[in-house]
């Protein structure tokens, strides 16, 4: 992916890597691990509030045996930032950029709705946040309430332990996904599923399910213009539908408890998340993303809708 590294970060990026958080309740000790935060996070599209440390009834997770809670930074300026971090940090204030420049072109032209910029918070350990208290362990989300966008970059190595590419598309593709809810958000998408999951709670997983796959197909409308620009060539696709395929929710059972329960799915299998990403990537509209219209399963290549 052609990018340069250096310079400050994005004006749309709050930095709170050198203080801690709080608020919104504590999480008590230990991880929940990356099957607890899929879990939780169908909570928190339901409720508009983050219950991280609450498990959906019925959904038995273990805290993952390699992930640790980071420690906090505290109230005071950041004193340290290995070189890595720094070019983690430039690539996600890029990516932010790019993807909101993008939408605020796509969007009023294909919906006829104004693109409202999201904040993207970087923080250390924990912090706080509209939908509640955020750990380091919830991974990269977006809170509807407040409208921004939280991640600590630490998440890169969670994210190839779970046999994703950490190259820098793979990385900009989970942006773009979170961007995604964002785009939902404002187009009343987010808030409809809310509501129809409160009205009718066993449909809760598979809305959960066409909502976050619906994300991955504009991350994937995101790739398709920078397909256009020139920035991505052939690799960068094949690490952006790696990483998809790593947090696919089959993937991720298969790793933490050997089983699959696709009747607990709330992200959609690898192939689907694959299939809505390159389904984006291919036909670059919002239009090609209406994951609802056909329950998860990825339309014919020449379907236009």
């Known amino acids: 992916m052609d990018w340069t590294p250096g310079g400050g970060l994005s004006g749309d990026i709050e930095d709170r890597r050198g203080s801690s958080g709080g608020g919104g309740g504590g999480f008590g000790g230990g991880g929940i691990g990356i099957v607890g935060f899929l ?10 509030r983050n219950y991280i440390g609450s498990y959906l009834s019925g959904h038995s997770t273990s805290p993952s045996s390699t992930q640790q809670s980071v420690p906090s930074a505290g109230n005071r300026p950041i004193t340290s930032e290995s ?3 720094k070019r983690a940090a430039q690539l996600v204030s890029w990516t932010l950029d790019d993807v909101q420049n993008t939408w605020t072109k ?25 939908c509640g208290t955020a750990q380091s362990q919830s991974g990269p989300f977006y809170c509807p309430a407040d409208e921004k966008v939280y991640i600590d970059l630490s998440f890169w190595d969670e994210l190839r332990r779970l046999g994703g590419s950490n190259a820098d598309f ?22 409809k599923v809310r509501q129809l999951s409160g009205q009718n709670p066993s449909e809760r997983n598979r809305l959960s399910v066409d909502l976050e796959l619906q ?10 213009s920078t397909a256009q620009r020139n920035i991505v060539h052939d690799s960068d696709i094949t690490a952006g539908l790696q990483a998809a395929a790593a947090v696919g929710d089959d993937h991720i059972q298969r790793l933490e408890r050997g089983t699959v329960s696709p009747e607990s799915f709330t992200h959609g299998s690898s192939a689907q998340r694959v299939g809505w990403f390159r389904r984006g990537f291919q036909q670059g509209t919002i239009a090609a993303c209406n994951t609802f219209k056909f329950g998860g399963a990825v339309p014919p290549a020449d379907s236009a809708e």
């Not at 793979?170 to 808030?191: R, S």
């Open 39 to 48: 879990i939780l996070l169908v909570v928190s599209l339901v409720t508009g």
């Open 170 to 191: 793979a990385q900009a593709y989970v942006i773009a996904h979170e961007l995604g809810h964002h785009v939902q958000d404002l187009l009343g998408i987010e808030g």
């Open 215 to 224: 994300a991955d197909c504009f991350a994937g409308v995101w790739a398709h």
């Open 106 to 130: 796509l969007l009023p032209t294909q919906t006829g709705k104004n693109y409202q910029r999201s904040t993207l918070v970087l923080f250390r350990g924990r912090t706080y946040s509209g």
């Open 83 to 85: 070189p890595q971090e």
